[in-house]
């Protein structure tokens, strides 16, 4: 009986202790009830930094006393010229002040709002006493609060960032872009720099798990050198001529040709085989990734992420894929760095329903940009050995973990530029040969690899207007590996050679019958067809071109 009691009196004091807590808790997140000494110990809302003032520093080149900078100690460049080195002898960069919350002095504001623009927002906008706008350079406004809960409100700005465009768009958890662009000369109001902003916590992307449906099927699109801009873009030979009376912008045409795609394919995972990013009209590739990303994440599909020979013209492979690995629906990965490129990685699709058996591996490959011996092999870069070791050597230890998986198992691959195998006139193929293919002049050997470690496809990008699929036999004359172009996607890349179309390429895939089927779709003209539609894969095995094939 007594043990009775106090086991009872025991979870009645628990109870009440944790009702104690969530309640202190929920006001002092609310109302900063308690002192900050133990305010700071609580599960507080911001435990990162809070911005707590915004300027913009400009210099003139001309001028030897000019600068840019500001005291670091107080301030925090981000890093980006608003004119993007384009200003002649001008330039300028956006400062933020900021404190981690415990830092915070009684007479620190936290701001809770940011606009742009000519006019005072408070001349159509009231707010409270403590919180009135504050004029800063280029058009800036910002809403500061002493509150003591400000700082843990959902209001309080904790990053800032520079985006370029009138399409810029910010798909990080969070974030969002602010009004119109800053204000600033000509010179660099032509970029529209505009000021991105992230309220509350950091928020950290958990990878999606690629998985196959409960029908049995995973569809992939395959969306190669969409060659994105900083800003709106111009189109490169479009088609047909004249559309929308001769207006044509790369970029939107190019992301909502994607966005048709995607909301009428629907696909389980998109692979960017590289040339995302259109190097010199790119300034800041930053806000091109965005463009494509923000398609993705607002439908929540996976992607994953190679990078082509234009990517990293203004900005480094790492730097780029330090980015796009913390994106929301990302699967991209750097790869192993002791091995040569950035973005050799797997992509495991597993089996339906709970299963933790793989039933689809990707592999994708950074083919790196320019030859590097140009004397000897012009043109563009091969695959290093130390990545096909890396590639067989994978290849090989994933085999054993494989065999639990019920149904046939199966390997694909993806690169940017296409292997030199690509180019034999011989090969059987379905879709158009329209240009010389633009294969590295060294052949290191990865095509034997694919076939050795029983990869069943390769796709690439790079030739625009080339859109066939070739199919590679082995010495016994058997068909050993399909090898796919996915066709030109972007309106910011070059098009022509008789009045190319836009396209992007898909992989529909049966695991029931270990089937892979494979189309395009294009972005003009008989826009609801399934362009040379071919059964690629059947059984687990790869298969011969039955009909509507052509030889080149």
């Not at 007479?107 to 906008?125: E, M, N, Q, R």
């Not at 602010?178 to 958990?206: C, F, I, M, N, Y």
């Not at 798990?209 to 395959?222: A, D, L, S, T, V």
Request: hydrophobic share 35%.
């Amino acid at each position: 009986m007594v043990t009775r009691r106090i086991i009872r009196t025991a979870c009645q004091l628990a109870t009440l202790s944790v009702i104690t807590i969530i309640v202190v808790w929920f006001l002092d997140s609310r109302y900063r009830v308690l002192p900050s000494a133990l305010h700071n110990v609580m599960p507080a809302h911001h435990p990162g930094l809070l911005v707590t003032d915004i300027t913009v520093k400009k210099c003139n080149s001309l001028n030897p006393v000019s600068s840019c900078k500001l005291d670091p100690t107080v301030w925090h460049r981000v890093d980006k010229d608003l004119y993007l080195k384009n200003g002649w002898v001008s330039s300028a960069y956006l400062h933020v002040k900021r404190k981690k919350e415990e830092e915070l002095q009684p007479d620190d504001k936290v701001i809770v709002d940011i606009s742009v623009g000519k006019l005072d927002p408070s001349a159509s906008t009231k707010g409270e006493s403590d919180e009135r706008w504050e004029s800063r350079p280029a058009g800036i406004w910002i809403k500061r609060s002493a509150k003591r809960r400000a700082s843990d409100s959902q209001e309080a700005i904790t990053a800032v960032d520079i985006l370029f465009g009138a399409d810029a768009v910010d798909p990080r958890d969070g974030w969002g872009v602010v009004g119109t662009s800053l204000l600033l000369d000509s010179s660099a109001e032509k970029h529209e720099p505009r000021v991105s902003v992230r309220r509350g916590k950091l928020v950290t992307a958990a990878k999606p798990i690629p998985r196959i449906n409960e029908h049995g099927r995973f569809k992939i699109m395959q969306a190669a050198d969409i060659h994105l801009s900083t800003g709106t873009g111009h189109c490169r030979d479009e088609q047909p001529v004249g559309l929308n009376g001769g207006k044509c912008e790369a970029d939107p045409r190019t992301l909502e040709f994607m966005a048709r795609l995607l909301d009428e394919e629907k696909p389980d995972l998109v692979v960017l085989s590289g040339d995302q990013v259109n190097g010199e009209t790119a300034p800041d590739a930053q806000s091109a990734i965005f463009k494509y990303a923000a398609l993705l994440i607002e439908r929540k599909i996976p992607y994953a992420t190679i990078f082509g020979n234009h990517d990293d013209e203004t900005m480094s492979r790492w730097e780029q894929m330090s980015l796009i690995e913390t994106l929301p629906y990302s699967l991209s990965e750097a790869g192993p760095e002791e091995i040569d490129g950035v973005g050799n990685y797997v992509v495991e699709v597993l089996a339906h329903g709970g299963s933790k058996h793989s039933a689809l591996t990707l592999y994708l490959l950074d083919t790196h940009a320019y030859s590097p011996d140009e004397r000897a092999f012009k043109g563009y870069d091969w695959l290093k050995k130390n990545q096909i070791d890396w590639f067989k050597t994978t290849a090989k230890g994933l085999k054993k973990a494989h065999e639990g998986y019920t149904h046939i198992h199966m390997d694909l691959a993806f690169i940017h530029i296409p292997l030199p195998e690509y180019n034999d006139k011989n090969l059987e193929i379905k879709g158009e040969w329209r240009e010389g293919v633009t294969a590295p002049g060294f052949n290191s050997g990865f095509r034997d690899a694919l076939v050795e470690e029983g990869i069943l496809m390769v796709s690439c990008g790079h030739d625009h207007a080339n859109e066939y699929c070739a199919l590679s036999r082995n010495e016994a004359k058997q068909p050993a590996l399909w090898m796919c172009y996915a066709g030109g996607a972007g309106f910011g890349g070059y098009g022509g050679y008789g009045g190319y179309h836009r396209r992007m390429r898909f992989f529909d895939i049966d695991m029931n019958e270990a089937r892979i089927t494979t189309y395009k779709r294009v972005e003009y003209g008989d826009t609801k067809a399934k362009i040379d539609e071919q059964i690629i894969v059947n059984g687990g095995r790869v298969q011969a071109l039955h009909t509507g094939g052509s030889a080149v």
